[in-house]
């Protein structure tokens, strides 16, 4: 037993050290690249690399009908990097890779975070080269102020996922039926495949642009939610429902985009999405994360056979490079230095008027602690705010706690329950459940209080619980600054709106330049998407001055307060 003791405090030990260590760095620092300047997050050159190249197991489409493509109304190649700007893909540089990062240099010029997939799967329809994402082309954010840009790992993307993918399926499609009439688009395609009949060819590209249409009608949204947003659990719930051989009750809109969730600390929450629909179990959030980045999944699959194309391997090594990634810290000599005098203010308003849902970073507080940037991270029960009391968007809390289908058996149930079907399926079948936890020493101090690991062994994995049903999580607020546009579906631009309700109004959405003085993106570039708050799911309403007991006086509480929350 003392041996025992030791080893765990061994593990604490060590783990302390290495989180303590690099607390110690959080400044800036060029990327090789010369293009972009990272934040210090506890990341080093590696870390990112592994992040922006991991495989996750998705299929988008087969690579070798898609990297010759062209986009749908000209001859331009489909995967150039001037198309990067229309869809706001940070791009994969040089330096973004490296000998073991899975990157072939014949794809060298896709966006961060587009991978190709080798597959060798025993399945027929799983095997060969895939386009695939993973989880940093949703969650790598730039924030650009004059001539400077700042990279930060983890961040809202300001991408715009659902463009992406209509314009690869209408480039597939006009391929396609460019080839039909015998035209020059699919003359000039075919020439890529010389040893390949283009009937035959013809054929192979057709079930893929089936395939296309079929998923497009399952997911497509019933407005374009635009750039920075993107109904993820929407779509995860549409493909589960679907790959399970299940039909939905009731008509099913991924009308819920959301703001993509940044990522820091989130690993050492209870629960996570916007929702706490998922429980604080790595591989758990991580599979069903995965369905959602197009991995396939085969509800047949017998014990020890192959239940999905998801690498669980390469799921515990970005699970690992999560666990220690830090929010960023206002880069003061780039945006400017913070006020010490509004920022003491600004602390005392944020007890006040935040700390109660948020957390609070003072000691002697009565409300639930927070995460300080200075110190190692540790597990926190976040607050799960009532949607009758935020009085924000209902879309995605209603979608995601409330969808039912029906199973091939005829039984009725929650698609979130039958979530946790399908990761059992998937562990279960494919691997040893230790999978699940793959940082043990790392997480040790938190483990038995972790009442998701008997979950687990009881096989109950609890998706979106009762306690968290209908309620919207207050996240600790760490690194905020860099995580525009606001409220959890993206509908407000800046941290001055957030405070101010009145001054909420539509906005452009899609600029990555920065307002260091509301604390935000800027709002009238009409490049970016209009994005309309007057509609259902674009909501922004809510968090209002209900929520701080009155409005806040704009001198002395609003200003000083988001000079606090630069710091935080």
């Known amino acids: 037993m003392k041996r025992v003791v030791i080893l765990l405090g061994l593990c604490l030990i060590l783990s302390a050290c290495t989180t303590t260590s690099c607390l110690t760095q959080l400044q800036p620092w060029p990327d090789p690249s010369g293009m972009h300047t990272n934040l210090q997050q506890c990341w080093d050159k590696s870390d990112q690399v592994r992040f922006y190249t991991t495989n996750q197991g998705g299929r988008i489409a087969p690579y070798e009908l898609v990297k010759h493509l062209e986009m749908p109304r000209s001859t331009d190649k489909f ?15 040089p330096k973004d ?16 975070g587009f991978v190709l997939t080798h597959s060798a799967s025993k399945k027929e329809v799983w095997k060969g080269k895939w386009l695939s994402m993973n989880c940093a082309g949703c969650h790598t954010g730039q924030v650009e102020y004059q001539t400077k840009k700042l990279r930060i790992d983890g961040a ?13 399926q209408a480039a597939l499609k006009a391929t396609y039926e460019d080839g039909l009439n015998n035209g020059d688009k699919f003359k000039r395609y075919a020439n890529n495949f010389p040893g390949e009949w283009d009937r035959a060819l013809l054929n192979r590209l057709g079930r893929v642009v089936t395939d296309g249409e079929l998923w497009h009608h399952r997911n497509d949204p019933p407005t374009p939610p635009g750039y920075a947003r993107f109904d993820a659990v929407g779509l995860i719930f549409n493909q589960l429902i679907f790959m399970s051989g299940s039909e939905p009750i009731g008509n099913f809109k991924n009308d ?48 020890f056979q192959e239940p999905s194309t998801i690498p669980l391997s ?17 880069p003061e000599d780039i945006l400017g230095q913070i006020d010490p005098v509004k920022k003491t203010r600004g602390s005392d308003v944020f007890e ?9 970073q003072k000691p002697e507080s009565q409300h639930p602690p927070s995460q300080k940037r200075e110190d190692p991270l540790r597990y926190l029960r976040v ?31 929650r698609v979130a329950d039958a979530a946790s079907d399908v990761v059992k399926d998937i562990v279960f079948s494919g691997s040893h459940p230790t999978e699940f936890f793959p940082f043990v020493g790392e997480s040790i101090a938190a483990f038995f209080r972790w009442q998701p690991i008997l979950d687990l062994f009881r096989l109950k994995f609890n998706f979106g619980r009762e306690e968290f049903g209908d309620r919207y999580k207050a996240r600790p607020l760490d690194g905020i600054w860099a995580t525009a546009p606001y409220l959890h579906n993206g509908s407000v631009p800046n941290l001055y709106q957030l405070l101010v309700p009145s001054e909420r109004k539509p906005f452009y959405v899609g600029s990555r330049e920065f307002d260091k003085d509301h604390v935000g993106f800027i709002t009238d570039d009409k490049s970016g998407t209009w994005l309309d708050t007057d509609i259902p799911g674009n909501l ?21 307060l988001i000079e606090y929350m630069k710091s935080l």
């Open 79 to 93: 995967f150039a990097r001037a198309n990067f700007e229309r869809w706001r893909f940070l791009p994969l540089e």
């Open 97 to 112: 890779r490296d000998q073991d990062s899975h990157v072939d240099l014949e794809v060298q010029d896709w966006p961060l």
């Open 156 to 168: 809202p993307t300001m991408a715009n996922l659902n463009q992406f993918l209509w314009d690869l």
């Open 256 to 303: 819920a985009p959301v703001s993509f969730p940044f990522l820091w600390d989130t690993s050492h929450h209870n629960q996570t999405q916007w929702d706490g629909v998922a429980p604080h179990i790595p591989m758990v959030r991580n599979i069903t994360q995965s369905i959602g980045a197009f991995a396939k999944y085969d509800p047949q699959a017998g014990t």
């Open 314 to 330: 390469n799921q515990r090594q970005l699970q690992r490079l999560v666990h220690k990634l830090r929010s960023p810290a206002w």
């Open 352 to 360: 006040q008027k935040c700390a109660r849902c948020h957390g609070s």
């Open 383 to 413: 607050t799960m705010t009532p949607i009758q009391e935020l009085k924000t968007d209902g879309n995605m809390v209603a979608n995601a706690d409330h969808r039912e289908l029906r199973g091939p058996d005829g039984t009725e149930q």
């Open 540 to 560: 922004n309403t809510g968090h209002d001055d209900t929520t701080y007991n009155g409005p806040l006086d704009i001198e002395t509480e609003v200003w000083p």
